[in-house]
């Protein structure tokens, strides 16, 4: 049996308002190829951590395992598994993951609770508005 993806839970808001742009060439690339994929396998299986993930592992923040903005990115992952009332290590589809994130952060606008401080902040509330 395959292991479910790790996905850190603010990435969940990310590959939302994903539009091409990123930290390095690499990267998008990566985040492109991870986009397609969760978008074409709705039920693939993740588990939401708090720690390094798929996309961790090709960003040039990342260092032996840490983003150089450790502390920041470990609240935006607090703040919206609070907000979705879920759990570190739930494991559920990527389908079941992105209806509580639509239902509970994006629709009602609670993005800014989350990430406003997010240098692709821009780009996300203006794709909500």
């Keep these: 049996m395959k292991s479910p993806m790790v996905i850190r839970p603010h ?9 091409g742009k990123g930290y390095s060439d690499y990267f998008v690339k990566k985040m492109t190829e991870l986009t397609v994929e ?7 299986k993740i588990i939401l951590q708090c720690k390094t993930d798929v ?3 090709v960003c040039p ?5 840490l983003c150089k903005s450790a502390e920041k990115v470990l609240e935006y992952d607090k703040k919206c598994l609070e907000l979705c009332s879920i ?3 739930e494991v559920l589809t ?3 993951f992105q209806k509580a994130v639509h239902e509970n952060i994006i629709f009602p606008k609670r993005l800014s609770e ?4 997010c240098q692709w902040s821009d780009i996300c509330e203006k794709l909500i508005k």
């Design 114 to 117: 989350i990430c406003g401080d």
């Design 94 to 96: 990527w389908e079941q």
């Design 61 to 65: 923040h990342n260092k032996n395992s």
């Design 87 to 89: 759990s570190e290590d």
């Design 55 to 57: 996309l961790c592992s």
């Design 11 to 19: 990435h969940g808001l990310c590959i939302n308002f994903f539009k």
């Design 38 to 44: 969760l978008k074409q396998n709705p039920k693939k």
